[in-house]
């Protein structure tokens, strides 16, 4: 069974950094594509950023240049990393995977960022 486990979130200062881990249960290769979504309160749930199993990366515009979305083959996890913090990135942030073989798609629990002004 697939498992999506999210971590690394946390309570930091505008313009402070954290790092986002969505560490698989299986292999990172078996998804097509990986995306991070967040969701804040009373908000619809957003994709942030996401990767292709061939490498290419998309974002929301209002992340751009701020975070970097990456891959571990080896350690099966899909890494966010979040600079530049602002208290509008304050929400909760979800891993969501999409096999390659088979329809349908994996969500992790969520991790809680919040940033202070």
Same mark, same amino acid.
């Given at each position: 069974?697939?498992?999506?486990?999210?971590?690394?979130?946390?309570?930091?200062?505008?313009?402070?950094?954290?790092?986002?881990?969505?560490?698989?249960?299986?292999? /990172?290769?078996?998804?097509?594509?990986?995306?991070?979504?967040?969701?804040?309160?009373?908000?619809?749930?957003?994709?942030?950023?996401?990767?292709?199993?061939?490498?290419?990366?998309?974002? @929301?515009?209002?992340? #751009?240049?701020?975070? /970097?979305? &990456?891959?571990?083959? /080896?350690?099966?996890?899909?890494?966010?990393?979040?600079?530049?913090? #602002?208290?509008?990135?304050?929400?909760?942030?979800?891993? #969501?995977?999409?096999?390659?073989?088979?329809?349908?798609?994996?969500?992790?629990?969520? @991790?809680?960022?919040?940033? &202070?002004?």
């Amino acid at each position: 069974q697939v498992q999506l486990v999210e971590s690394g979130g946390g309570l930091v200062q505008s313009g402070e950094s954290l790092r986002l881990s969505c560490a698989s249960s299986v292999r /990172i290769s078996s998804f097509r594509v990986v995306g991070w979504y967040r969701q804040a309160p009373g908000k619809q749930r957003d994709l942030v950023a996401a990767i292709v199993s061939g490498g290419p990366t998309n974002y @929301t515009d209002s992340v #751009k240049g701020r975070f /970097i979305i &990456s891959k571990d083959s /080896i350690l099966n996890t899909v890494t966010l990393q979040m600079n530049n913090l #602002k208290p509008e990135d304050t929400a909760v942030y979800y891993c #969501k995977a999409k096999p390659v073989l088979r329809p349908g798609e994996y969500w992790g629990q969520g @991790t809680q960022v919040t940033v &202070s002004s």
